[in-house]
């Protein structure tokens, strides 16, 4: 059978979901300054994808910049 011309193909998620763990975490580490490269690593998602959800969280992440 052909595909209708107006049915489209639902599209997958390409991210994982926050879960209330990883939440209290991101709040952690913001609590705890870890710097956003760290947090990114330990929670395998982008820093991007970890500043953009502290910024709509009101939480504040990276630009700790440390002068030895």
Known sequence: MAKKAGAKKR?????NRWSDADLRALKKFSREKVPVSKVSKM??????????????LGLSMGHRRRRA
């Open 11 to 15: 599209r997958t998620r390409s991210y």
């Open 43 to 56: 929670m395998k998602r982008t820093e991007a994808t970890i500043r953009m959800k502290a910024y709509s």
